[in-house]
């Protein structure tokens, strides 16, 4: 699904079924990103109701913060139903390599108990599966260095999950990881690199973000698909340490038992959203090219 502003401050629809027609629709504006998300999945309705695997959402513009996730269909949110998967549309496959090996990252700076627990908790998840346990390598503290993340980065690993800050920028290329001692990995500094993992998570604040405007910017998650990311995890907006604990947890469960990383995401989200309904669950986005 494509989505975009037309001249008019109207939002232009386009929707296509794998094997079907293309379908076009205009819809009146909403400032309120809950409202103007329930009106774009109405419309896909009478497509949800014939059973699709997944909605691909492509937004254009100011549409770019749009939660499609938070849309309701049927009394329930659309992200805790269906995988939605945001895409730059690269024209790559966004299919994932099987995992074989994990680095994680936590509590780079000393300052995010709760970011600690979660790389422990991840750390285990994902070296614990009962089929094919990951080989997982976890830094915590001074040992999440820049060195050590850009190398880890650029080695074999096939899966990055990172809890710690992210640091917002609005031009969106100087957005980063902060990592120990005070340095930070910028979303620029992604492209310069040999090669990324396949999948990265990060369930830092706004480490999906990407300033709204009619001009097209990116930000952290964009740039990991960018540098050759097949699946990222990021949220848009400051999320809650519990919240992003539980999501991260129950995320890399789904990871270690060899599940794609769209029924990972939906799994997260079931499961935070029956425990916090009322947070923002549906900021975490996954991103594919």
């Given at each position: 699904m494509l989505a975009g502003r037309d001249f008019d401050g109207r939002v232009l629809l386009w929707w296509q079924r794998a094997g079907g027609e293309p379908m076009q629709q205009r819809?009146?504006?909403?400032?309120?990103?809950?409202?103007?998300?329930?009106?774009?999945?109405?419309?896909?309705t009478p497509v949800l109701a014939r059973g699709i695997?997944?909605?691909?959402?492509?937004?254009?513009?100011?549409?770019?913060?749009?939660?499609?996730?938070?849309?309701?269909?049927?009394?329930?949110?659309?992200?805790?139903?269906?995988?939605?998967?945001?895409?730059?549309?690269?024209?790559?496959?966004?299919?994932?390599?099987?995992?074989?090996?994990?680095?994680?990252?936590?509590?780079?700076?000393?300052?995010?108990?709760?970011?600690?627990?979660e790389g422990e908790a991840v750390a285990s998840a994902l070296g614990a599966a009962t089929k094919r346990p990951l080989d997982v390598d976890l830094y915590v503290g001074r040992a999440a260095s820049r060195d050590t993340m850009v190398a880890l980065l650029e080695s074999d690993v096939d899966l990055v999950h990172f809890a710690g800050h992210a640091a917002f920028s609005y031009d969106g290329w100087s957005s980063g990881l902060s990592l120990a001692d005070g340095a930070q990995l910028a979303a620029w500094e992604l492209l310069y690199l040999h090669?990324?993992?396949?999948?990265?998570?990060?369930?830092?604040?706004?480490?999906?973000?990407?300033?709204?405007?009619?001009?097209?910017?990116?930000?952290?998650?964009?740039?990991?698909?960018?540098?050759?990311?097949?699946?990222?995890?990021?949220?848009?907006?400051?999320?809650?340490?519990?919240?992003?604990?539980?999501?991260?947890?129950?995320?890399?469960?789904?990871?270690?038992?060899?599940?794609?990383?769209?029924?990972?995401?939906?799994s997260a989200n079931q499961a935070v959203f029956e425990e916090f309904p009322e947070a923002p669950w549906w900021s975490f986005r996954l991103w594919s090219p």
């Open positions: 819809l009146s504006w909403s400032d309120d990103s809950k409202t103007l998300s329930n009106r774009l999945v109405d419309r896909l695997d997944r909605v691909t959402w492509l937004p254009i513009g100011v549409l770019r913060s749009l939660p499609l996730a938070r849309g309701e269909w049927r009394g329930r949110p659309l992200g805790v139903q269906i995988p939605v998967v945001t895409s730059l549309d690269l024209g790559m496959t966004p299919a994932v390599p099987e995992l074989g090996a994990a680095a994680v990252f936590a509590d780079p700076t000393g300052d995010l108990v709760a970011a600690r627990r090669q990324v993992p396949a999948v990265v998570s990060m369930t830092a604040c706004e480490s999906s973000r990407s300033e709204a405007g009619d001009t097209e910017r990116v930000g952290l998650a964009q740039a990991f698909v960018l540098a050759g990311s097949r699946a990222v995890l990021a949220a848009d907006v400051p999320i809650d340490d519990h919240l992003a604990g539980r999501y991260g947890r129950v995320w890399a469960q789904a990871l270690a038992q060899h599940q794609p990383a769209t029924a990972a995401w939906l």
